[in-house]
């Protein structure tokens, strides 16, 4: 991250919403962190993103559709919809010339935040069902659930920091250089990559299966759906 003089560097749009919705944020992870003690620290944690042995704990084992876990997914859809927004309207750039991601007023802003946390959530819970696919096509059903978990306690790791660079940004004490937005999106697209290493590394562990059998697995489920985003985002 580089800092420049703020008179050079552009400004944020919409610093009060962000400034709010960050701090709200921030707020209910904290009351998360009071509500689920146990299971916050070994989901919310370093190794869930930077470490590549299998470990079993209740982070890691908790199953996917259990109360706990639906929570921290709806917490994490919510925070990837602040970055989305964020991204699309903090920046006087041309992502925020989409007309149904343009934000006008405060309250509308809110609103947006909370139903793309839902339209997130829904893509999340449709990933699953891609995983939970591929997984019986590959005749692997044993790595649906871990495969699933993985990540996403790596990505709401990787996006609580991601939350805090732009929550940072609106409070005005420094910004990501020059061109902020791409600085953000070069950082989502390299730890995509980065997670279905990650996955990789550790389905392997999991399962008797060969790496060039898990290698195409992971292309199935991971990789392949992200050049096709990337593709139709570019375009």
């Known amino acids: 991250m580089l800092l420049f003089p703020l008179a050079v560097l552009p400004q944020v749009l919409h610093r009060d ?5 960050s701090m709200l944020l921030l707020v209910i992870y904290a009351v998360s962190r009071v509500i ?17 042995r299998l470990k079993e704990d209740l982070g890691s084992s ?3 559709f259990s ?4 929570y921290f997914t709806a917490l994490y859809s919510l925070n990837l919809s602040f970055v989305i ?28 935040w909370v139903l793309g946390g839902v339209v997130v959530n829904l893509l999340i819970y449709l990933k699953y069902l891609l995983i939970a696919i591929f997984s019986w096509l590959f005749n692997a ?39 902020p937005q791409i600085v953000i ?30 290698f195409s697995y992971i292309c199935s489920t991971e990789l392949i759906p992200l050049f096709i985003g990337v593709i139709f985002l570019t375009t």
């Open 17 to 21: 919403l962000f400034i709010v919705l």
């Open 36 to 52: 689920f003690p146990k299971l916050f620290a070994e989901s919310i944690t370093l190794e869930k993103l930077f470490g590549f």
């Open 185 to 214: 999106i070069a950082s989502v697209l390299i730890f995509f990559f980065y997670r279905s290493m990650l996955l990789y590394i550790r389905l392997i562990q999991l399962s008797q299966y060969s790496k060039l059998y898990i």
């Open 85 to 112: 927004l964020f991204l699309t309207n903090g920046f006087n750039s041309d992502l925020g010339e989409l007309p149904w991601l343009k934000i006008n007023a405060f309250w509308q802003g809110l609103l947006y």
């Open 141 to 179: 059903t044993i790595l649906t659930s871990r495969h699933f978990i993985d990540m996403v306690n790596a990505s709401s790791l990787f996006f609580i920091f991601v939350t805090l660079a732009l929550a940072i940004c609106s409070y005005r004490i420094f910004l990501l250089g020059q061109n």
């Open 67 to 70: 109360t706990e876990h639906i």
């Open 62 to 64: 908790i199953r996917p």
